[in-house]
């Protein structure tokens, strides 16, 4: 089974940037690039919610409350999926989890973002 590994969170005041990384493990390339990965982030007290996340034919999907701010990446020769977050805003702040073939696949352990006001 694929191994998800996040990194990259912190403390950052509002407008700054923080930059995630999920390095993958135990998955080949062809299938990295195929599967649906992404992020997801759970806000205390709230349901976790889709962030960003491509679709098996390349193609990318956001969140509207993160559009124009985020941008998602990815490395496939190393099989690295980033997530680049701009103009952090309070309402950011989540752990925020790489994820591969949706809600009932593959999850990493999360990584916390905190952006204070």
């Known amino acids: 089974q694929a191994q998800l590994v996040e990194s990259g969170g912190g403390l950052v005041q509002a407008g700054g940037s923080l930059r995630l990384t999920c390095k993958t493990s135990r998955m080949i390339t062809s299938t990295f690039v195929s599967s649906v990965m992404g992020w997801y982030r759970q806000a205390p007290e709230k349901e976790r919610e889709l962030v960003a996340t491509?679709?098996?034919?390349?193609?990318?999907n956001y969140a509207d409350a993160v559009k124009g701010r985020f941008t998602l990446s990815r490395d496939s020769s190393r099989k690295i999926l980033y997530l680049q977050m701009n103009n952090l805003q309070p309402d950011d702040t989540a752990v925020y989890y790489c994820?591969?073939?949706?809600?009932?696949?593959?999850w990493g352990q999360g990584t916390q973002v905190t952006v204070s006001s």
């Open positions: 994820n591969r073939d949706g809600p009932l696949g593959s």
């Open positions: 491509y679709t098996g034919d390349g193609r990318t």
